[in-house]
């Protein structure tokens, strides 16, 4: 008799454990060969539309919000040259210069007007350069180059990375970073730094752009806890040299 229960106990437990089985495979995720290439091929779109740009200049309002409901609303007009060169120069109402920044390449330069020029190294810049009291996000010179285009920040060149699939968007992780892809357009919709930054990066209103037929984004958002600030690029820009109208 004890023997039959032993018996039966055993045929219990695989059964049981089958059944966990077959439960686990069916709510996995699983992505076939097809879903790994069409993968690669949507990072090798990324890769090829960031070696494209090697210069751009792009026009623009930009809008600071701070804590307590404080905004600011500046004009900008922005010269960038991959990967580490760029020249801004802010505007108030009815086109007053009102700051200059400019990295060579080497150093780093901020110069409101009336004021004393804010000079950093390379290694060492950081939005608070513009506003020490609300800003504080540490960034190089070739992320913020990146992000202002709306191209990928994060490092996926050696395949270091998992990947999802869900409602139509692909979820790119990289330890803790992750970049979302929309499906449909093949493009950035957002990317999530966690490094010991804490940032949240948005594009949107997405352009196509003449010859060289890439779009790039006319809204870029940068979100913090602290802050955010919302770029919204006019839609005709001058990339490597050439003036591009969007495509309507």
């Known amino acids: 008799m004890k023997f039959l229960m032993r018996i039966t106990f055993i045929v219990l437990l695989i059964c049981s454990l089958e059944i966990i ?35 751009a200049e792009i026009e623009g309002k930009i809008i600071y919000k701070f804590p307590f409901r404080k905004r ?10 991959k990967e580490s060169k760029i020249h801004v120069n802010v505007f108030a109402i ?8 400019v990295s060579n390449g080497e150093l780093i330069t901020y110069k409101r007007i009336g004021k004393r020029a804010r000079i950093r190294d390379m290694d060492d810049f950081n939005l608070e350069i513009f ?14 180059n990146n992000i202002l285009l709306g191209m990928n920040v994060l490092d996926w060149a ?10 139509k968007k692909l979820i790119l992780s990289e ?8 499906l449909d357009t093949r493009q950035i919709q957002e990317i999530l730094i966690n490094d010991g930054r804490k940032v949240r990066i948005k594009y949107s209103k997405y352009a196509q752009f003449g010859e060289f037929n890439i779009h790039l984004p006319l809204r870029v958002e940068i979100i913090t806890k602290t802050f955010s600030i919302q770029m919204n690029h006019k839609d005709d820009i001058l990339l490597n040299g050439k003036h591009i109208a969007r495509n309507h």
Do not use: M
């Not at 600011?72 to 040259?81: A, S």
């Not at 050696?158 to 409602?167: A, M």
């Open 21 to 55: 089985s077959y439960a686990n495979i069916n709510h996995a995720t699983s992505y076939n060969s097809n879903d790994n290439i069409e993968v690669k091929k949507i990072l090798d779109e990324l890769r090829s539309k960031k070696k494209l740009v090697k210069t």
């Open 72 to 81: 600011l609303k500046l004009g900008q007009h922005i010269f960038i040259e």
């Open 94 to 101: 009815w086109k007053i210069k009102v700051a200059e920044f």
């Open 131 to 144: 506003n020490k009291k609300y800003l504080n996000l540490p960034l190089k010179i070739e992320e913020l």
């Open 158 to 167: 050696h395949g270091s990375y998992d990947y999802e699939i869900k409602d």
């Open 175 to 182: 330890n803790t970073n992750k970049c979302i892809i929309d």
